[in-house]
């Protein structure tokens, strides 16, 4: 789930480890993504397959619990993050409840995406070891390694960068496969959340 790359070379940025209060200072100098609708591209590589599996979208903050993921091609549906894991539906997920007992994964991953981009911090440093890049302009890149045994046993590593807003995340999995997600468009939500109607 870019636009815009951040390339962050070995001259210009220091590589150190997260201190704390350090992600906390990163998100303060970033815009607030709660109420933001932005567009998503995802493509994700699948060792098994002979071309990468791409989709398209929109991603809205709808609130500090919530975050819902429209997607539009290769055909629509609707995911939403809540604290009790992830829901999909084939058009709009209101009026149901995501629960997550029989899926613990889809728990654990739902409140660590909800942290990162409603700007939770805290959320984030329960689920993974973080270290932080900084250049000189102002952005950023995180790379997150798992240490919840949930996440460890699927996840090997994930990177994020962007600037005023997240632009890019990466996720590379034990297995070999991995995904690219760029972020474009970032705007305020004036009207109805998108895939709702």
Known sequence: LQSLLFAVSA?????????EGDLKALYEQMEPSIGIIFEF??????????????SKGTVHVVDSDTVNWP?????????????????ECLHDCKGKTATGNSNPFAVTLS????????????????????????NEQGSWQLSMAPVDPMLSGIIKEITLQGGQYLREVQIFE???DNTLM???NHHKSLNAEPGTN
């Open 11 to 19: 001259h210009t940025a220091a590589r150190e480890n997260l201190g």
């Open 41 to 54: 591209k995802q493509v994700k590589n699948i060792s098994a397959l002979s071309r990468p599996l791409v």
């Open 71 to 87: 997607q539009t091609l290769p055909y629509s549906m609707m995911m939403s993050f809540t604290p009790k894991g992830m829901l």
């Open 111 to 134: 409140k660590a995406f909800i942290g990162l981009l409603t700007g939770a911090p805290e959320q984030i440093e329960v689920f993974f070891t973080i270290n932080i890049e900084k």
């Open 174 to 176: 034990v297995s070999g």
């Open 182 to 184: 760029e972020f474009s």
